[in-house]
């Protein structure tokens, strides 16, 4: 279903983006906005890894550094018959986790040094198989081709106002032209923050299934929220757009389950979760680190 969800949100913006063109006048404002926004989103795709680590101050482990987190996402990446992504860890006292890269082969897996300090083993087993669960589903990949559509919007919407301010032939005159240029962004800013929030519900349901047991996501989605909320983020808040990666809301405010939230109320990700234990609670053995040693 979240598949589903997510393909009809992208076709509303796809819907969007050409009611927006057309309301302009013609085809030619439309394809030069989208040509010009898909190279953007296009560049940013094939560096979006690497200027993602750079924004979050983020340092590449391995085994040697960081025995402990690399020898369990190397395990869950085995059990979930994918490609293992690099690790990183980002000194900061909030607990949280992304996940980046633009398909399963090239892409990477981040936690901060204070979800390693706050968290039990098995919960962060729980985050780290969430973070796999995006890098299966090629969700940077979904939120890219959202973020074109999105940005050839709001593009669009400023072509309209100017070149085409004062034209009173076109349908509402001025007060439609600035209209257009206020709503559609926000509209396609909406529907890409619920695009986002439906990612999270599927990479949840993959990520108790890749760890096998949905209880510790639960409980790690728990401990997360009410210490991010007490925590600073300074690389999160100085890069807001980075949010929406974050498996919580890593900037300072309230979490909600609303139109303007990138990611679901943290008690309905619980429950949804909590459903899912009677059939995965059992006959699953835990994932183990390899070696011991430090987190970081």
Known sequence: MGNIRSFVLMAALTALFMGVGALIGGTTGAVIALVIAGGMNLFAFWNSDKAVLNMTGAREVDLRTA???????????????????????????????????????????????????????????????????????????????????????????????????????????????????????????????????????????????ICGNPGWLASALQKIEHLARARINPQAERNPALAHLFIINPLNGQGADNLFSTHPATANRVAALMKLQPARQSGIPRVRPRSRGPWA
């Open 67 to 209: 025995p402990d987190l690399v020898a369990m996402v190397h395990g869950l990446a085995d059990r979930a018959g994918m490609p293992r992504p690099k690790v990183f860890i980002i000194e900061t006292d909030q607990p949280n986790a992304f996940a980046t890269g633009r398909n399963p082969q090239n892409a990477a897996v981040a936690a901060t040094t204070g979800l390693l300090r706050s968290l039990t083993r098995d919960e962060i087993a729980g985050v780290m198989a969430h973070e796999l669960a995006h890098i299966r589903h090629r969700d940077t990949l979904t939120m890219t081709i959202t973020a074109t559509m999105a940005g050839a919007i709001s593009m669009l919407a400023n072509f309209g106002l100017l070149f085409g301010g004062s034209d009173r032939d076109r349908p509402g005159g001025l007060i439609g032209t600035l209209a257009l240029m206020i709503l559609a962004p926000l509209a396609a800013g909406l529907v890409q923050m619920a695009i986002s929030r439906s990612r999270e519900y599927e990479a949840d349901r993959l990520g108790a299934e």
